[in-house]
Structures are given as C-alpha cells and as structure tokens.
C-alpha cells in the first residue's frame, strides 16, 4: 500500500489514539491535542542558513500530542509509535554539549521544547504528553520539526504563554540546535508552523517576511508526487554541518554577511577561484535563491508547470555543486523524468530522504511504480510514495 490512508479517517483514529494513550497512561483526561505537521520544500534547499529565500508547504503528515499539566516539576513524554516513555525533572534538561549530557534521544525533539521556553523566560511547569507521528523518521520531511513544533503549541496554550508564529518557530529551532545538537536552519520549523492549507509558504530567512503563495496545482491539471527513497539520513551528523561551515567561509571570504548578498556571481566565483569547493557551495546557494525568486513569481501567477524546469536545475544543483545527493535520489528523480514528471528534485537535508516530482494528475502511482521498478533493478530497497496536499501548520485539534 503506498497511497496514504484515507486522511480523513486517519487523522480522527490518531487523534482518539494520543486522547486514549493520555488517558490510560496518565489516569486522567488529556487538556487537548495539537497537531504540526511535516513539510516537503517545493524549492530553496540549504538557502535558510544562507540569509535566502525557501518555499515549503505543509503535508497532512503530521505529529499529534495530548498534553496535561502534572502537579510535580516532571516531563513525562511517550510515543505511542515506539511504545516507550521517556520521564526528566524541567531541572535536569540539559542541552547536548553540557557537560555529563546524555546521548540523545528522540524524547528530546520534545523536552527541547520545554527547555527553550524557559530558556527564553517563559514560565512552564511539568507536562505530560503522548505523541503520535505519521512523519517518517529520517525521511527529509521534517519529523523532529512536526514533533517540536506541536509541543511548543501546546505549551503555548496550556501555559497561557504569548508568543506569535515566527517567534514560535524559533524556539523550536533553537531546541532542535541548542538542546537537540543539530544545526540546522529555520526553514522546517517555519514551514511547520506558518504554512496554511492550500498555499506554500514563500519567507525571506533574513527579513523573515512570509508570503502565502496559493498552490491549486488541481486547478490546472498537476500534483505533486513525495517518494521517500527509504535512504535514511541524519542532520546530527557531519555533512550538513560540512556544507553550511563551507558557505560560512565563502560569505567571509567574499566579505557579505551571507551568501544572500552576493550579487555578482561570476565576479564572486572569481575571488574564491582557488577553492573549487567553496565555488560549488556557493554556486548552488546563489542560483537556488534566484530559482525559488522565479518560482515564486511563477506559482503566484498560477503557471505552475513551468516550475518543472526550475526543479531539475535545482537537482542538478544540489548533485554537483552541493554534493548532497545519493544515487538512489538521483536514480529516482531520472526515473520521474522519464515518466512523465514535468520536473523532479530531492527535497530537504540531502544525503537521502525524499524527491518531489511535479506530475499531472493521477499519475502518480504509475511514476512511483516506474521507480519502485528501477529501484528493484539496482537492488535498492523499495520506495514509499504519496501524493501530497498542501496543509495547515501547527494548531490546537481538540
Ligand atoms: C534541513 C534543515 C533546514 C534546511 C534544509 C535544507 O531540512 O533542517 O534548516 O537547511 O535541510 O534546505
């Protein structure tokens, strides 16, 4: 079965099931449910850190957790999708390079939450929650982001806190950097939390102005097809740190505060002549900001077809001058192509994860198909696929 389950039914199942699993465990009822969802990036990869520009839009994917306030001081958290309960005093969280820390572990996406907000001086007190997730773990879609920004929800309302979207979605970001150990960008906390259904979401990292860009790609015959090519990958590892020191040396050695500001390429190209790597980073960080500049011009006037161009140079990208995809991506977004996808690219981290590929409608089993084939031929492990609608970020559900 690779078709995602009928939502509808889906999504009231779960949320009875984080309801049930509260109460069960904690003995009493939960205060609510809230519910963020993973992302796919329709285009802008690896430009958040870059001062850039990024186009995600929310899937129906999602994290829900039921969360209740405790009388003591603990955080008691459980996953109902691994079975296990995780239970720290607030004293005793501590971020991933304090000293004695221990390894981490995926109850920290959440905790982290709870960390942040006291960090930044919010007053919470001690949680329950039991989380449920249909966001695939290492899959490039944002799970921690789901899980983060459900739980920075959640405590926003049960603790009464004021904090507006973008403020919200920095602090799950500084979870998943400071508490977590990861050091990525902005842009999946963003998305998980300011995306609204039916539009992709267009944010300047530097300015953090948002737009949200309308995406009826029915209305004009096209779908967007998510294959996770079951390559798992990792952004606590050392590539993504890699590429974003590299464009970090770039920017200083170009004399901008981020690779946002170069505004003559072959001129920059030049300076870093010496440096073939530095060329590429930089190379793919320039003309990826001016992709998504295009695309977004394109989607707001509704020719959504033409993105399909914008797509393959942006995987091309990604391949040669940033280096982060694998063959198994690469061997998927060749196979879209050749079946009948108007573009196709990876979407998030790199090093694996998932492609989008933009097809026409009610094709997308036939091209997910076409690559479980191709990948069955490589000896590859089989991919999962779905077609993806765009949807609202975090909220409260019950
Ligand atoms: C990961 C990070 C984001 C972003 C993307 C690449 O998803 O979490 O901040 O850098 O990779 O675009």
Same mark, same amino acid.
């Given at each position: 079965m690779n078709q995602a389950p009928d939502a509808v039914a889906e999504h009231g199942h779960r949320r009875q099931q984080v309801l049930d699993g509260f109460a069960e465990r904690c003995g009493t009822a939960a205060a609510g449910v809230w519910e963020a969802p993973g992302r796919v990036n329709l285009i802008g990869e690896h430009t958040d850190y870059n001062d850039g520009f990024v186009m995600p839009f929310a899937l129906t994917r999602s994290a829900m957790v039921a969360a209740g306030h405790r009388e003591d001081d603990r955080v008691v958290v459980t996953s109902m999708d691994l079975d296990e309960t995780v239970e720290v005093a607030l004293d005793d !969280?501590?971020? %991933?390079? +304090?000293?004695g820390a221990r390894p981490r572990v995926w109850a920290d996406y959440l905790t982290g939450c709870l960390w942040a907000l006291r960090e930044a001086g919010h007053h919470v007190g001690g949680v329950n929650l039991v989380v449920a997730s /249909?966001?695939?773990?290492? +899959?490039? !879609?944002s799970s921690s982001a789901a899980l983060e920004c459900a739980t920075i929800a959640a405590m926003v309302d049960l603790f009464g806190l004021e904090i507006d979207l973008i403020d919200r979605a920095h602090l799950a970001r500084r979870a998943e950097n400071a508490y977590v150990g990861a050091p990525t960008g902005l842009l999946d906390q963003a998305a998980s939390t300011l995306c609204t259904s039916s539009h992709t979401l267009f944010m300047?990292? =530097? /300015? !953090?102005e948002t737009t949200q860009v309308p995406m009826d790609l029915a209305g004009v015959g096209l779908e967007i097809l998510v294959l996770d090519t079951n390559t798992p990958h990792s952004h606590v590892d050392g590539e993504y740190a890699a590429r974003r020191a590299a464009c970090e040396r770039a920017a200083g050695l170009l004399g901008v505060a981020a690779l946002r500001d170069v505004t003559d390429l072959d001129e920059a190209l030049a300076t870093l002549g010496p440096d073939e790597e530095l060329v590429r980073r930089t190379r793919h960080v320039v003309t990826e900001n001016q992709r998504v500049l295009e695309a977004v011009e394109l989607a707001r006037e509704g =020719? %959504? +077809?033409?993105l399909g161009p914008l797509l393959d140079q942006s995987h091309t990208s990604m391949r040669?001058? %940033?280096?982060? /995809?694998v063959p198994t991506v690469d061997l998927a977004v060749e196979t879209a192509r050749e079946h009948g996808a108007l573009g196709a690219r990876m979407t998030g981290g790199g090093f694996g994860g998932c492609i989008i590929a933009l097809i026409p409608m009610g094709t997308g089993d036939q091209v997910g198909r076409a690559i479980a084939e191709a990948f069955a031929a490589a000896g590859y492990a089989a991919p999962e696929w779905f077609t993806a609608v765009p949807s609202a970020g975090a909220r409260r559900i019950a």
């Open positions: !969280l501590v971020p %991933f390079d +304090a000293p /249909t966001v695939p773990i290492g +899959a490039g !879609l300047d990292c =530097r /300015t !953090l =020719r %959504f +077809a033409e040669d001058d %940033f280096e982060i /995809t």
